[in-house]
C-alpha cells in the first residue's frame, strides 16, 4: 500500500496582502449611559412587584386566581396597584405570568430598554 504526503500546504482563504481595515464610526455613549439608568428604574419597579408576589401571600393568590379566571383587567389592576412608574404589558395563561417592562429615554423619545419577567407557578 503506497500513501502519497502532501509537499505543500496552501491555506484555503490566504490574504497577506491585501488586510482591510474596517472604519467604525465615533463611539457616543450617552444614549448608552441613558439606557443603563433607564434599566436601573426599570429594575427597581420589578423589584417592588417580585417583593410583593414573595411576600404577601394574599396578593399573589388574587394575582393567581384572576389569571387562572382569565380577567385581564384584575390582573393588570392588581399589577399597576403597587405604585410602579414603568410603563409594564402583562400577559399570562393559568400556569403563569409575563411581565414586560419598557422603557424610553428622556431625550430622544426611543425605546431604549427592555426587561422580562416570566414566573410559573404549575
Given at each position: ?17 491585501s488586510?482591510?481595515v ?5 463611539v457616543?455613549?450617552?444614549?448608552f449611559?441613558q ?5 436601573k ?11 410583593e408576589?414573595a ?10 386566581q384572576?389569571?387562572?379566571?382569565s ?19 402583562v400577559?399570562?395563561n393559568?400556569d403563569n405570568?409575563?411581565?414586560?417592562f419598557?422603557s424610553k ?8 430598554c ?9
Open positions: 500500500m503506497y500513501y502519497v504526503y502532501p509537499l505543500y500546504y496552501y491555506p484555503a482563504c490566504y490574504h497577506h496582502a488586510r482591510s474596517r472604519q467604525y464610526s465615533s457616543d455613549p450617552d444614549l449611559q439606557s443603563a439608568n433607564e434599566t428604574k426599570i429594575m427597581n419597579d420589578a423589584n417592588v412587584i417580585i417583593d408576589l411576600e404577601s401571600q394574599t396578593f399573589h393568590e388574587k394575582l393567581m384572576a389569571a387562572q379566571a380577567d385581564q383587567n384584575e390582573v393588570n389592576r392588581l399589577i399597576h396597584s403597587l405604585d410602579i412608574a414603568t410603563e409594564v404589558d400577559s399570562f393559568p405570568l409575563r411581565l414586560e419598557r429615554t428622556a431625550d430622544t423619545n426611543l425605546e431604549c427592555r426587561l422580562l419577567i416570566a414566573l410559573r407557578w404549575r
